[in-house]
């Protein structure tokens, strides 16, 4: 494949050129909750790289980007082909870690100091910048938590481990086997990791070089010195006030690889990829039932009968450890941030594709509202004058009757309540109901006042 990418780069290059630099804006499906946050980091092309880029960040839109994969057409003439996947926050090439950092992590510092769990994991292929991305930030955050701008006294401990397969080790000792058992009250321990307490900058900055050489390394195609683990960071931060503790868990996961990467592998690397792999699956649908959750709000549960969605937390060693970010019954409050971490270059579009529709699935979109689910509960006591002031403040763009109100998404639980009938047209052409638009797979239906 690599070899028809060379040898059509000259016509990659006039395909890609005489595509609209405008393309047609991607409808969004609402707004990210205030817990989740999915971002994407493309990573510079290296100075000697042969491939152009696949990837074209939308001007348009800033959170989106194209990927345009050149493919052979049986017929023999290279045919483009088009995706496009958007992101809460992309961060484009020329991006900084700190930029990242300001933008997702900094918020997770005071949170966790305050109590709450802070979690952040980066994913991507092998050799996309993981490991230079979330050890970067794994600094700041130190820097952040010894800068003494945090209100009150704490206690701060860290313990580095990481995962290989279902077994555990630990990186400040050695890397000595440790056990993942749960205790009395359900939480999961890491049994045999020390926790090093610190008490400044310089500790922090000696634990993690002192874990680094100690991570499961090999090389792979794309990265001499490929993590084939997953590390996982905790940094507990006690508050004797209250007897009370907060975590940041900074995740850096090992890199996936692509099946024709693998060919040459020998029975333990196999072993070792489909483990990788069966754990980022977990891991997926963990993430993803936990986003699901936090939407299903306790009135929900109560008036409407939602059941909370099933969260395999169990299923890995990796999602264990995790288990009090993802367990459905947990009273913890959680924020996730997950950086999927892409190579731009032609050659990996495949593995940069599985990564992008991987972000997409574990975006969990809430209706593209300023309120929260707190608001709109409150909402239900609205008279129809305030519920209609609303409908026109949160208005869809552009109206094409005048009696359009808003996007389908906006809102649609708020209207059930209320005594204004509204209903479902199809954007495009206003006579169409959403019934008969749904059959006939149109996705651009609006809601308008009928009465
Ligand atoms: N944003 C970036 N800017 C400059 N160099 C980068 C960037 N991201 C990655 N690199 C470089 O690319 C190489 C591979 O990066 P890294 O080891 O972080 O990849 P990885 O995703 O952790 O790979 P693996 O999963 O195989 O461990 C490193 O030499 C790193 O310095």
Redesign the pocket.
């Known amino acids: 494949m690599e070899q028809f990418y060379l040898e059509n780069i000259p016509k990659y290059h006039s395909l890609v050129g005489a595509l609209d630099p405008c393309p047609k804006p991607r409808i969004s499906k609402g707004v990210p909750g205030p817990n989740m946050v999915v971002s994407a980091?493309i990573?510079?092309r290296?100075k000697n790289e042969r491939f152009p880029s696949a990837t074209f960040p939308r001007s348009n839109q800033e959170n989106v980007l194209d990927i345009h994969d050149l493919y052979n057409h049986p017929r023999g003439i290279p045919i483009l082909r088009s995706n496009n996947y958007e992101v809460d926050r992309l961060f484009h090439?020329n991006?900084t870690?700190e930029e990242i950092y300001e933008d997702l992590v900094a918020n997770l510092v005071p949170f966790a100091w305050d109590g709450g769990i802070g979690t952040l994991f980066?994913y991507?292929?092998?050799?996309?910048?993981?490991?230079?991305?979330?050890?970067r930030l794994e600094e700041l955050v130190a820097e952040t938590l010894m800068s003494g701008n945090l209100e009150g006294e704490r206690e701060i401990y860290m313990t580095i481990i990481d995962l290989a397969g279902n077994a555990a080790f630990d990186l400040l000792s050695n890397r000595e086997p440790i056990s993942l058992l749960e205790d009395s009250s359900g939480n999961t321990q890491m049994v045999g990791a020390v926790e090093h307490q610190v008490f400044n900058m310089e500790d922090m900055r000696a634990l993690i070089e002192q874990a680094t050489p100690f991570r499961r390394?090999a090389p792979?195609l794309?990265?001499p010195?490929?993590?084939?683990s997953h590390a996982i960071c905790r940094i507990r931060i006690w508050n004797g006030a209250d007897c009370s503790d907060g975590s940041l868990y900074l995740i850096?996961?090992?890199?996936?690889e692509a099946a024709r990467d693998v060919a040459t592998h020998g029975a333990d690397r196999m072993l070792e990829t489909r483990q990788i792999n069966v754990s980022l699956s977990v891991l997926k649908d963990c993430i993803r039932g936990k986003a699901l959750a936090d939407t299903v709000t306790s009135l929900d549960r109560e008036k409407l009968g939602r059941k909370l969605p099933h969260i395999p937390f169990r299923q890995s060693a990796l999602t264990r450890v995790l288990k009090h970010v993802f367990d459905p019954a947990g009273a913890r409050a959680c924020r996730t941030v997950v950086i999927a971490?892409i190579n731009p270059s032609l050659a990996d579009v495949g593995p940069t594709k599985n990564t992008l529709r991987f972000a997409e699935m574990l975006r969990v979109l809430e209706p593209a509202t300023n309120e929260t689910s707190a608001d709109r509960t409150s909402a239900i006591q609205w008279t129809n004058t305030q519920l209609r002031e609303w409908i026109r403040a949160n208005c869809g763009t552009p109206a094409i009757l005048d009696r359009v109100v808003a996007p389908r998404e906006s809102g649609a639980q708020l209207f059930k309540l209320s005594s204004i009938e509204i209903e479902y047209r199809c954007r495009q052409c206003p006579g169409v109901k959403l019934e008969q638009a749904k059959a006939f797979r149109c996705k651009l239906w609006q809601m308008y006042i009928v009465s």
Do not use: I
């Open positions: 980091r990573r510079p290296p090439a991006s870690t980066a991507g292929q092998t050799g996309s910048g993981k490991t230079f991305t979330v050890s390394t792979t794309k990265n010195t490929s993590s084939r850096d996961l090992a890199g996936s971490c």
